[in-house]
């Protein structure tokens, strides 16, 4: 193979990796504008790429279980909000039980039955394909990829530019502020997270009926993880946010086609670069104070 | 932020600030005990137990197999105890410490990661220390100690200089102590095991040698009882008196609830909040020695090793709501579901099954006093109580009890 097909590879590879984060990652960046540091983003993903694939297999088509992996991810959400933002039990122990839940429930229940693999169909746009390099990292994809490309400009328009939005970022900035000024803090909090359920589950979902086909134990392994690095990275910045989920998508796409091509480099290094970017970016921006402000704070009226 | 200004009063002497200090803690905390949340509590564990039940009844298995193999295999007999008490002591040791960490505030959820630093050290002083007798245990526990300590206080750190959220950095920290023990396994020169003839080498260390390992204390007819379980059963006791019973600890549980008043009286909560944060490392990584030291696993320094037992800890603490004295139970609860979890496998029924009752158990003992603490200072607020009956003699009752100690 030349080396421009190896780069068209690990770059295609790195597309289909990077879908996966940044569906989650749109969803989770609202989550956190809201001051929610969700954590059971890993178990909305983790459900909903189950979901889809038991869905799938019983009715047969692969879009119908893209849906419902979505339901599944807004009924994890749906729990988590009123668990942390009406119950008001903390939000880490919520997000921790939870993805001890789904891994656990996941694992029981792929182990008790069987599935038959299902695959959403894959868009080929002739002539465009061919382009060198990026033409098929670009051109050849399943659906739900171009999907995505709806998903960014509406969450970024729902956060920015509504008044919905608006409200979701003075909750995340300043709840006390937005409390007074008539803003129902608890319930925008919970709203934030059923939508990053949804892409959240739609992100997963894609995973199982869109790249792999079928479901195996805890089949996400932490990208849920990796979405919040993301997030983390990009400085609460949807535009960033992006850029960090394509840089761990090629990280990961590296580490695995980095061994086929005869070049050896440190694979622990490069399972941990999201992680430690984060960590990193975190280090060199803070001082900017760019993190909502009120994030992982608790909300009830009368407290300070 | 009355409260606080009571606290900023000077500090006159050690019975002045600390008495009113108490009454303070009182009213930010105001206790949610009671036969109500033991009654709520009993309820939601029902609920949790049904839901289990069903669940296996749903995918064809029968509750009453899997309830009796998961009792064999964890306290049947005195062979299945020492199975469950071995996973006791490293789940209390991490525990203890997330509840160190939880009353300060300063939310430590790394701990999965702490055990593997915790185990990683043990095994460089395990295995490049030459060291007779006790001593060469004692420097693996220590070197455990310190090591995954100060990795925790990075996270610390982090956040004085920096202000990184503790949260963020323990979480992504973790990731990272997993890499960085694979990278130690997978490197010859660092701890992966040496060449033993022709064969491929796998990514662990050598195991530990006989003088490195916590023994058994005594054997009574097969109950093997683990040094490790001794130490992790002391270190309870020890912090739970210290969170109780010193300035130290009255300081850090003040700290935890209001840091601004902890602050007016003259705490330093970054110094305070940043060592409970290293305690609480440390004791994971005291954790991860155990696992690597005690006939739990196979003395071997391996990626996979620290099985999950940081984040399990966590929730003995959440379920213990970070009473140490307390977790000692829980921890037992969690180990024997772990014990009875791997029998299970052996008839059939997947082990993950303990996950999903594990799960459900948390959410039942966490739930109800947060949800009763929650409708009473709601009703004390004056706004109306949603889902409860308002006219109940019982809550009423409680209430004006409460009243007249803040």
């Known amino acids: 193979m030349s080396a421009a097909d190896n780069i068209a590879t690990i770059l295609s590879s790195g597309a289909r990796l990077t879908v996966p984060l940044a569906f989650a990652a749109c969803g989770e960046y609202v989550a956190q504008r809201a001051g929610t540091l969700n954590i059971s983003v890993e178990a909305m993903m983790l459900g909903a790429a189950f979901g889809s694939i038991a869905v799938a297999s019983a009715t047969g088509s692969a879009t119908i279980g893209l849906a419902a992996g979505a339901l599944v991810g807004v009924a994890v959400a749906f729990v988590h909000g009123n668990l942390s933002h009406r119950v008001q039990i903390n939000t880490f122990v919520v997000g921790l039980v939870l993805n001890a839940l789904v891994l656990g429930l996941t694992s029981y229940l792929i182990t008790v039955s069987t599935f038959t693999g299902h695959q959403v169909w894959q868009v080929s746009v002739p002539v465009l394909r061919d382009i060198p390099i990026v033409g098929p990292m670009l051109f ?100 960033r946010t992006l850029v960090g989920c394509v840089v761990f998508g090629l990280a990961d796409a590296m580490r695995l086609a980095l061994p086929a091509l005869g070049v050896t480099m440190n694979s622990q290094l490069l399972i941990a670069a999201p992680y430690l970017l984060a960590l990193l970016a975190m280090l060199v921006f803070a001082t900017a104070h760019r993190e909502p402000r009120a994030l992982a704070q608790p909300f009830q009226r009368g407290t300070t | 932020m009355a409260a606080a200004t009571t606290v900023a009063a000077p500090p006159t002497g050690p019975s002045g600030p600390d008495a009113t200090g108490r009454r303070l803690l009182r009213r930010l905390n105001p206790g949610v005990g009671g036969w ?71 939310f430590n959820i790394g701990q999965e990661g702490q055990v593997l630093i915790g185990a990683l050290f043990g095994a460089w002083a395990g295995l ?168 739990v696993g196979t003395n071997r320094l391996q990626p996979g090793m620290s099985l999950n037992i940081g984040w399990d800890g966590l929730l003995v603490a959440l379920v213990a709501r970070n009473n140490p004295l307390l977790a000692i139970p829980v921890a037992v609860l969690f180990g024997v579901l772990r014990a009875g979890g791997s029998f299970l496998a052996a008839t059939g029924v997947p082990p993950f099954l303990v996950d999903v009752v594990k799960a459900l158990l948390v959410l039942a003992f966490v739930a109800p006093p947060v949800v009763i603490g929650m409708l009473r200072k709601r009703r004390r607020a004056g706004e109306p109580a949603t889902t409860t009956p308002a006219t109940d003699p019982a809550v009423s009752k409680q209430d004006a009890m409460e009243g007249s100690l803040a």
């Open chain 2, 36 to 106: 109500q949340v033991a009654a709520a509590t009993a309820a939601t564990v029902a609920v949790a137990l049904a839901l289990s039940a069903l669940l296996i009844s749903v995918t064809g298995g029968s509750p009453t197999a899997s309830a009796k193999a998961m009792y064999q295999g964890s306290m049947a007999s005195p062979a299945a105890w020492t199975t469950s008490l071995l996973y006791v002591a490293p789940l209390l040791l991490v525990a203890v410490g997330a509840c160190v960490s939880a009353r300060s505030g300063f």
């Open chain 1, 140 to 239: 050849v994809q399943r659906w739900p990829v171009y999907l995505l490309l709806a998903v960014i400009p509406l969450t970024w328009w729902l956060v920015q530019r509504s008044r919905w939005g608006l409200e979701l970022r003075a909750v995340g900035e300043n709840p006390q502020a937005a409390d007074v000024s008539g803003i129902h803090v608890n319930r925008r909090r919970r709203q934030a997270l059923l939508w990053c359920g949804l892409l959240a589950g739609l992100g997963g979902a894609y995973l199982a009926v869109g790249e792999v086909g079928s479901f195996n134990q805890n089949m996400t392994a932490g990208r849920g993880y990796l979405v919040i690095a993301a997030v983390i990275f990009g400085a609460w910045r949807l535009g």
């Open chain 2, 128 to 295: 490049r220390l030459a060291l007779p007798g006790p001593l060469l245990v004692v420097s693996v526990l220590a070197a455990a100690a310190v090591g995954a300590g100060a990795w925790a206080g990075l996270s610390a750190l982090m956040y004085r200089f920096r202000g990184v959220n503790v949260v963020v950095s323990t979480m992504l920290m973790t990731f990272l102590a997993q890499q960085l023990v694979s990278f130690a396994v997978n490197t010859p020169w660092l701890l992966q095991e040496s060449r033993l003839g022709r064969g491929t080498l796998s990514p662990q260390s050598n195991p530990l040698p006989e003088g490195a390992r916590i023994s058994s204390l005594g054997e009574y007819p097969n109950l093997q009882i683990n040094g490790g379980l001794v130490l992790a059963i002391v270190v309870a006791v020890v912090f739970s008196l210290a969170l109780a019973r010193t300035r130290w600890g009255f300081r850090l549980t003040m700290t935890g609830l209001s840091p601004a008043a902890a602050r007016h009286a003259g705490v330093r909560v970054g110094a305070l909040g940043g060592m409970a944060l290293a305690i609480s490392g440390g004791l994971a990584g005291l954790a991860g020695a155990l696992l690597l030291a005690s006939p």
